[in-house]
């Protein structure tokens, strides 16, 4: 069974900086896209940031210059760098990855989510 455990989330005054895990655990053959998405409340989620297998990276304008997506492909796992924060930035961050398990079809993938909160 294939599982995303995100870590790193926490409290940060504006202008701080948190760094965002994702591991991808389970019986995982490949890993394509994975990306950062969050929520705030009230509000849709969306996509903070996207990276691929081969490292091409996208990003949400209102996070652009700010945040960097990165992965080690060796350890399943990709991370959010979130520098300059701002209190707008405050949403349950959730890790999501398209994912082809070692016995049946690629599916895409949640984490739990981890809260970020941005205040001073």
């Known amino acids: 069974q294939v599982q995303l455990v995100e870590s790193g989330g926490g409290l940060v005054q504006p202008g701080g900086s948190l760094r965002l895990s994702c591991a991808a655990s389970?019986?995982?053959?490949?890993?394509?896209?994975m990306g950062w998405y969050r929520q705030a409340p009230g509000k849709q989620r969306e996509l903070v940031a996207v990276i691929t297998s081969g490292g091409s990276t996208n990003y949400a304008d209102s996070v652009k210059g700010r945040f960097t997506i990165s992965r080690v492909n060796a350890k399943n796992t990709v991370y959010l760098q979130m520098n300059s924060l701002k209190p707008e930035d405050t949403a349950v961050y959730s890790c999501?990855?398209?994912?082809?398990?070692?016995?049946?079809?690629?599916?895409?993938?949640w984490g739990q989510g981890t809260q970020v909160t941005v205040s001073s």
């Open positions: 389970g019986s995982i053959f490949s890993i394509y896209a």
């Open positions: 999501n990855a398209d994912i082809l398990p070692r016995a049946g079809q690629v599916g895409n993938y």
